[in-house]
């Protein structure tokens, strides 16, 4: 039991601490850096935090999921998902260090009730936790397009990194409906919804 416990721990440990790997370069990375003021930079940067803490939030939420998972090819299918916003994660860092920013102090504690709901939602049966995985992704690509919009205009290498993601998370969602994803009650969608703009505003400010 404890040895099967050790690498989720390292897993947490690297997600919310370490510099995250990815094998795909970072989308925008050969353009100029565009000339910002001092305000729009912390904007954009801020954004971008928020950006990563959803980030820290998915990896903890497929670890959840694909620790409570019974089907060996729902786990796969997570853990593909979970590598790519892996390297969301590592974008996102970067792009905050380039904007002169710092990632959220309360990162573990998003990442830590991310890990619960994940493995609640796992332990509810595949077909919900699917479910919960694809309204996440669906929400997830509107705060993007949202956050697109937000940016500076010039800020084009934050906007090619939010692109991006947002095609990824449009993918992961499409995945997750054809193996056999369940649509969450409207109360439910609700909540996330509202959890999620809890987490948007504190994470761009602390």
Same mark, same amino acid.
């Given at each position: 039991? /404890? +040895? =099967?416990? /050790?690498?989720?721990? +390292?897993?947490?440990?690297?997600?919310?601490?370490?510099?995250?790997?990815?094998?795909?370069?970072?989308?925008?990375?050969? !353009?100029?850096?565009?000339?910002?003021?001092?305000?729009?930079? *912390?904007?954009?940067?801020?954004?971008? *935090?928020?950006?990563?803490?959803?980030?820290?939030?998915?990896?903890? @939420?497929?670890?959840?999921?694909? !620790? &409570?998972?019974?089907?060996?090819?729902?786990?796969?299918?997570?853990?593909?998902?979970?590598?790519?916003?892996?390297?969301? @994660?590592?974008?996102?860092?970067?792009?905050?260090?380039? !904007?002169?920013?710092?990632?959220?102090?309360?990162?573990?504690?998003?990442?830590?009730? =991310?890990?619960? /709901?994940?493995?609640?939602?796992?332990?509810? &049966?595949?077909?919900?936790?699917?479910?919960?995985?694809?309204?996440?992704?669906?929400?997830?690509?509107?705060?993007?397009?949202?956050? #697109?919009? *937000? !940016?500076?205009?010039?800020?084009?290498?934050?906007?090619?990194?939010?692109?991006?993601?947002?095609? +990824?998370?449009?993918?992961?969602?499409?995945?997750?409906?054809?193996?056999?994803?369940? +649509?969450?009650?409207?109360?439910?969608?609700?909540?996330?919804?509202?959890?999620? #703009?809890?987490?948007?505003?504190?994470?761009? @400010?602390?």
């Amino acid at each position: 039991m /404890i +040895d =099967s416990l /050790i690498p989720e721990f +390292d897993k947490a440990l690297r997600a919310v601490f370490a510099a995250a790997p990815t094998r795909r370069p970072m989308p925008g990375q050969d !353009l100029p850096e565009a000339g910002m003021s001092e305000a729009e930079r *912390r904007h954009a940067a801020a954004l971008m *935090r928020v950006n990563h803490c959803g980030e820290i939030c998915a990896q903890a @939420l497929y670890q959840g999921q694909a !620790l &409570g998972s019974r089907d060996p090819a729902v786990r796969r299918a997570l853990e593909q998902a979970a590598w790519e916003e892996t390297e969301h @994660l590592n974008w996102t860092q970067r792009r905050i260090a380039e !904007l002169g920013g710092r990632r959220s102090l309360l990162n573990p504690l998003w990442y830590a009730g =991310s890990l619960a /709901i994940g493995m609640f939602a796992g332990k509810c &049966g595949d077909a919900w936790s699917l479910g919960f995985l694809a309204e996440t992704e669906r929400q997830v690509e509107g705060h993007l397009e949202d956050y #697109k919009s *937000r !940016l500076p205009a010039q800020d084009v290498k934050s906007w090619e990194v939010l692109e991006q993601m947002q095609a +990824d998370e449009s993918r992961h969602a499409e995945t997750a409906k054809c193996h056999g994803a369940r +649509d969450l009650p409207p109360p439910v969608r609700r909540a996330m919804k509202l959890s999620s #703009k809890v987490m948007t505003k504190l994470s761009y @400010l602390v």
